[in-house]
């Protein structure tokens, strides 16, 4: 059971450099989120997708690109890396619904990037 | 914008010890989940709470949904060095389906 799969687990890159960090799932969700998570802040949400084609801001979506081909993928850019950017990345699946879900997101193990 | 107050942020008790965990809002919730994270990991739903008022039980931890779907409570019993983590409450909001707003987590430590 692979779940939520993220890659790199670790990434230094210089200020101005790009990446994608990437994210696929195996349990046919709908519903997909990237996360950025700093110290003494939860979890914010950056963006999401409802399926495949359709993505949304979220609450820090500045510096972020996103796209969903596909249902198992979904893939997070980061253009002219900021030291801001600095932080520990994580892609979530659900299964859910637009008027509620109750349904438990299932989070990867996370990407820590660091931009010196 | 809804808000999630999670405290304490911080807590370092001794085996043995209880402990609470407050999560409040001024915002009304639909659900409310509690997540527990270890170092290295990505957050693991414990339970959803989804009726105001609701009283789940997993083993040694309480967890309640305030009347007014408002505010959540976590209260551990007889806390072991196995519950260290970072919990984290997370709301579900009337029509945001799917979409979590999250506390800011409490950083538990128990020592043997």
């Known amino acids: 059971n692979a779940g939520v799969t993220q890659t790199p687990k670790f990434r230094i890159l210089k200020i101005g450099q790009s990446m994608t960090l990437q994210c696929t799932q195996d349990?046919?969700?709908?519903?997909m989120y990237w996360y950025r998570q700093d110290p003494g802040m939860g979890l914010k949400l950056i963006y999401y997708?409802?399926?495949?084609?359709?993505?949304d801001k979220g609450e820090v979506p500045n510096g972020y690109n996103v796209s969903r081909s596909t249902t198992e993928d979904f893939p997070l850019r980061l253009e002219l890396a900021a030291p801001s950017q600095t932080s520990v990345y994580f892609c979530a699946s659900s299964y859910s619904t637009r008027q509620y879900s109750n349904q438990p997101q299932h989070f990867g193990d996370g990407t820590r990037l660091s931009i010196l | 914008t809804q808000l999630l107050e999670q405290s304490p942020q911080f807590l370092s008790i001794q085996e043995g010890e209880n402990l609470t965990v407050y999560c409040n809002s001024s915002s009304v919730f639909s659900s409310l989940q509690w997540y527990r994270q270890e170092p290295g990991e990505g957050p693991v739903l414990l339970v959803t709470v989804v009726t105001g008022g609701e009283v789940k039980k997993l083993k040694r931890l309480t967890f309640q949904f305030g009347d007014a779907r408002k505010d959540s409570s976590l209260h551990i019993t007889a806390a072991q060095p196995g519950d260290t983590g970072l919990y984290l409450c997370?709301?579900?909001?009337?029509?945001?389906?799917?979409?979590?707003?999250f506390g800011q987590g409490t950083e538990l430590s128990v020592k043997p």
């Open positions: 997708s409802v399926g495949a084609g359709i993505t």
């Open positions: 997370a709301g579900e909001g009337y029509n945001q389906g799917g979409k979590l707003i």
């Open positions: 349990m046919n969700h709908n519903y």
